[in-house]
């Protein structure tokens, strides 16, 4: 049973509308604990608290996306998502922290302070330094490992599910893009944005992604009920056709992932992991995903680039906070709009919305952004010469899955580590700390393993490993004693993906 506890509500920050009154909730949780007697339940999730992040909209709570652009906002309609929940009776559990529409790795740039870790580091002293929860979605994170409810949604464009999954020990899964509706998720970066789930287990995040799974027809990128059913025929050709359950996992391993900057905890969970399933019996295959080293750059050009687009609606007219004073002056900073605009974002945005508008710009057009289109062709292009699926939105899709000749060993899944450190403090990746350059550059570096999935749209998870030795990692002063490991599957393939996450538990 969920509890709701003041005091995680205030120190750790992760929620920005918290559940509001706990008896009317009890209500309902009460009726659906009946029907589970009654084995009337309208589904899993029936009478379960389902935490939001606050760029997904609601009817009935504000919507802010962190930002005081929105501070005030209050959708006029429920996202899909949020009318698929309450259909199978779950309980909106309030809105989560994260960082200003979604920018960023460590839930630090929001408008309503940065969310905190629940696990601290204590100094010799006795004071406290708090950990990053991750970001973007770090107060869905913190919200699931505190046990305020029973799993929450978040946004994942370049790893903002399972960064913070990774960082807090908790379960945190990206399907794969189009599979569940963005009708009513406020935009970042369209051609990247998938709603994600957190959990405390694996079997948790199933019970929502069978439910958030479906067509719909108000997002245009979702995915059509034919095509659905044409990825379900290629998945199951080549599993059933290999007989996955009585066979040995072919399991990747891409050495691009064995970043010079991962430290040694992260190395040897990840090596244990392996050996793990090795002994399992199942085999492991060492790959080449040759784009890695440039996925990060192209997706540091894309996602601003979108972004630039996406939040040029926001101009105090239309929506939003809208700034004080009349609508003229002697610079073109002076007028309502700019001045609106100014006001409105926090750094990381506008930093963001430059950036994006200079790639966009006649000038720099081909250098960037058509560059960056380019990688993003090949960073799908290493993955779907690695995998066993065909990739099914692929040209050849209708091509029968073939058991590979052992000459070219496809894998079914590849495993790699979410990121390649432990949780940093709070005070390590706030700007103020470092200079003002060196900041955002180091918070971008967190998402080197995250982003070629979403480049790629395929589904990736991230599940929290533990130390094999059971110990703490890091200094050991901090409690944390577990990784996020990640797994990553073709695309279309993402009961694969959760099946070989429970493996893992
Ligand atoms: N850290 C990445 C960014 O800032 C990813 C964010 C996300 O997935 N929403 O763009």
Not at 137 to 156: K, M, R
Not at 271 to 282: A, V
Request: aromatic share 6%; charged share 20%; net charge neutral.
């Amino acid at each position: 049973k969920c509890i709701a506890n003041q005091k995680l509500f205030t120190e750790l920050n992760a929620f920005i509308t918290p559940l509001q009154s706990l008896g009317s909730y009890a209500d309902r949780i009460r009726d659906a604990d009946v029907r589970r007697e009654n084995g009337t339940l309208k589904s899993p999730l029936d009478g379960r608290l389902i935490a939001i992040k606050d760029n997904i909209c609601t009817r009935s709570l504000p919507t802010t996306c962190a930002s005081r652009m929105l501070e005030k906002f209050t959708s006029p309609f429920d996202a899909t998502v949020i009318n698929s929940l309450e259909n199978a009776g779950a309980i909106i559990g309030g809105k989560t922290n994260l960082d200003e529409f979604g920018m960023g790795s460590h839930s630090t740039h929001s408008h309503f302070g940065p969310v905190k870790n629940y696990f601290d580091i204590v100094n010799g002293d006795g004071s406290e330094r708090s950990l990053s929860a991750g970001g973007s979605s770090g107060g869905s994170a913190v919200a699931v490992a505190t046990d305020q409810c029973y799993a929450a949604l978040g946004t994942d464009t370049g790893g903002s599910v399972r960064l913070p999954a990774a960082y807090t020990g908790i379960v945190g899964f990206k399907p794969s893009y189009g599979l569940i509706s963005r009708w009513g998720v406020i935009a970042y970066a369209n051609s990247l944005d998938t709603v994600g789930i957190l959990a405390k287990r694996t079997s948790i995040v199933r019970e929502v992604f069978n439910i958030l799974n479906h067509h719909d027809a108000r997002d245009p990128t979702n995915l059509s009920t034919s095509t659905r059913s044409r990825i379900a025929t290629a998945v199951s050709q080549l599993h059933s056709s290999s007989r996955l359950s009585s066979r040995p996992l072919r399991i990747g391993v891409p050495i691009e992932y064995n970043l010079t900057e991962m430290t040694s905890d992260v190395r040897k969970v990840w090596l244990s992991t392996l050996q793990t399933l090795e002994k399992q019996g199942h085999t492991l295959h060492p790959i080449s995903l040759p784009s890695t080293k440039h996925a990060l750059s192209a997706y540091y050009i894309l996602a601003p680039a979108e972004a630039s687009s996406n939040l040029a609606k926001y101009d105090g007219i239309r929506y939003g906070t809208r700034a004080e004073g009349p609508d003229k002056g002697e610079e073109p900073n002076d007028y309502l709009y700019a001045r609106t605009r100014g006001e409105g974002f926090g750094d990381e945005v506008r930093r963001r919305i430059l950036l994006g508008s200079f790639s966009l710009s006649a000038d720099a057009m081909d250098n960037y952004f058509i560059q960056a289109q380019r990688v993003r062709r090949l960073v799908q292009n290493d993955f779907d010469n690695v995998f066993a699926l065909k990739n099914p939105l692929g040209d050849d899709a209708e091509v029968e899955n073939r058991a590979p000749s052992p000459a070219e060993t496809k894998v079914d899944v590849i495993i790699g580590p979410t990121t390649a450190s432990l949780p940093p403090s709070l005070a390590s990746v706030t700007e103020d700390q470092d200079s003002a350059v060196s900041a955002p550059l180091h918070s971008y570096v967190t998402d080197v393993c995250t982003v070629p999935a979403s480049l790629a749209g395929l589904p990736a998870i991230s599940v929290p490993v533990p130390a094999p030795t059971g110990k703490s990692l890091g200094d050991g002063k901090t409690g944390f004693d577990k990784v996020g490991i990640q797994i990553i599957g073709q695309y279309g393939d993402d009961n694969l993906v959760l099946r070989v996450a429970e493996l893992l538990e």
